[in-house]
């Protein structure tokens, strides 16, 4: 069974500019998350779906981020206009259910670098 | 928001012998509890879970302890081996399958 796949993997930029990653999760997850974490910490949710419906986004920064997972299938983050605080591994989980033995999968992630 | 931390941010460990890795949480109210492994530039990957109902969980080579009356998690792991060498999250359930994650544990194996 193939595994959730993030890319890129690596992406630098300068504040102010955008970025955008991509999830695609295990196949059949009806459940997607988005996570961010700061080096040295644990990840931090910042959205979670099902199918195409948004579950929780209360910790995402909506003022510059962004996401959607139009079909229900892959998904996309976005930062526009970065901060230097911003700098982390973006991970994207998914899940069967929303259930608390629905064991989420994590990606590799995406590491951002904020210049 | 309340918190799930860690005691120990390092760990170092001879292989083959023990590991014992601790977490403190602050929500009574949790119901469940999951160990996740994270090696370095992987994403989290899951170890073995815990009830509430619970006070202890075995697995492969791993045992979860939970002490409710101090709010309190231990992963054991035995015969610790170098593929072991990883850092240890805890986290914590706060419904819908939303987990807060604590700090992390660097545990490094000595061969």
């Known amino acids: 069974e193939a595994g959730v796949a993030q890319s890129p993997r690596y992406k630098i930029i300068e504040k102010r500019q955008s970025v955008a990653f991509w999830c695609n999760p295990i196949?059949?997850?009806?459940?997607l998350y988005w996570y961010q974490q700061i080096l040295g910490q644990g990840p931090k949710l910042l959205i979670q779906?099902?199918?195409?419906?948004?579950?929780?986004d209360s910790q995402l920064p909506k003022d510059r981020f962004s996401a959607e997972r139009l079909k229900g299938v892959d998904s996309t983050l976005k930062i526009q206009p970065a901060k230097l605080e911003d700098s982390a591994v973006y991970l994207c989980?998914?899940?069967?259910?929303?259930?608390?033995?629905?064991?989420?999968?994590f990606g590799p992630g995406t590491r951002l670098t904020v210049l | 928001g309340e918190s799930v931390g860690l005691h120990l941010p390092t760990l170092s460990v001879q292989e083959g012998d023990n590991s014992i890795i601790n977490c403190a949480y602050s929500?009574?109210?949790?119901?469940?509890f999951i160990w996740y492994k994270q090696e370095s530039g992987k994403g989290p990957q899951f170890i073995i879970d815990?009830?509430?109902?619970?006070d202890k969980r075995q697995g492969q080579r791993v045992t979860v302890l939970l002490n409710k009356t101090v709010k309190h998690l231990s992963l054991q792991i035995a015969a610790t081996q170098p593929g072991d060498s990883a850092v240890y999250f805890c986290?914590?359930?706060?419904?819908?399958?939303?987990?807060?994650f604590g700090t992390g544990t660097s545990l490094t194996v000595i061969p």
């Open positions: 989980a998914s899940s069967s259910g929303l259930r608390v033995w629905d064991t989420q999968y």
């Open positions: 196949s059949g997850h009806a459940t």
């Open positions: 779906f099902q199918n195409n419906g948004v579950v929780d």
């Open positions: 929500n009574s109210a949790s119901d469940y």
């Open positions: 815990i009830r509430s109902n619970m």
């Open positions: 986290a914590e359930d706060w419904g819908g399958n939303q987990f807060y």
